[in-house]
């Protein structure tokens, strides 16, 4: 089975703190993503990557970077942190092609606490 | 731009209740469609998927029929069970572009 680790579970950092976000995935996933999920939001596109090095913006990239050096590994990296970055965060892959871009296998999220 | 409409949880229903879940969308051409769900603790995993008009997909017992003339792909189970109770996301997607979630419904399944 596909395997999306994120490094950390919790999280609590103090506003304008700087925060790497760690995932990995060990299928060879072309594709990997970061979505944020609050209560009554749903989930929101962070930032994509198609390939190594590649990055994307999705539909709420401000206050975010991401990092992609290698394959296998995609970080999310909030630089100041802020009360409003409390939620959490999800990781994901897929293998499909940009034309299908279908089926993802998510990590089971870091929650991330910003006092 | 692209969409994605459910229905505002949550949802309560006794073991073995019938269930819907209702979820529209608004595309241009022809997505495919999902239900990803997510149990406690646990990140998202894909229930049930449709590529084309007219499908249905299914899986553990949920189906849902992709209606393009509705613009529809309600989720339903006939009998739920207490293992069921999760969040449950439709979404969609169209060539080049990343999944676009629905807002999530929550199912409560109480014995």
């Known amino acids: 089975d596909v395997k999306v680790t994120q490094s950390s579970r919790y999280l609590v950092k103090r506003t304008g703190e700087k925060v790497f976000l760690e995932c990995v995935q060990d299928?060879?996933?072309?594709?990997m993503f970061w979505y944020r999920q609050d209560p009554g939001l749903g989930l929101r596109l962070i930032y994509f990557?198609?390939?190594?090095?590649?990055?994307e913006k999705g539909d709420i990239p401000e206050g975010y970077s991401v990092s992609r050096e290698k394959k296998e590994r995609f970080s999310l990296i909030l630089e100041s942190t802020s009360t409003n970055q409390t939620s959490m965060y999800l990781c994901?892959?897929?293998?499909?092609?940009?034309?299908?871009?279908?089926?993802?296998?998510f990590g089971s999220g870091t929650q991330l606490s910003v006092l | 731009g692209n969409s994605v409409t459910q229905m505002e949880g949550p949802v309560t229903l006794s073991e073995e209740a019938f269930l819907t879940i209702n979820c529209t969308y608004t595309a241009t051409g022809y997505p495919s469609l999902f239900w990803y769900v997510q149990y406690p603790g646990e990140g998202l995993q894909l229930l049930l998927k449709?590529?084309?008009?007219?499908d249905k997909g299914s899986n553990k017992g949920f189906e849902a029929t992709y209606r393009k003339e509705t613009t529809s792909f309600h989720l339903e189970k006939g009998s739920v069970q207490v293992s069921d109770s999760a969040v449950y996301f439709c979404a969609l997607s169209q060539a080049g572009t990343a999944l676009i979630f629905g807002k999530g419904t929550t199912l409560s399944v109480s014995s």
């Open positions: 990557s198609y390939d190594v090095k590649m990055k």
């Open positions: 299928m060879d996933h072309e594709n």
């Open positions: 994901a892959s897929s293998r499909d092609s940009v034309a299908t871009n279908e089926k993802l296998f």
């Open positions: 449709a590529t084309k008009a007219d």
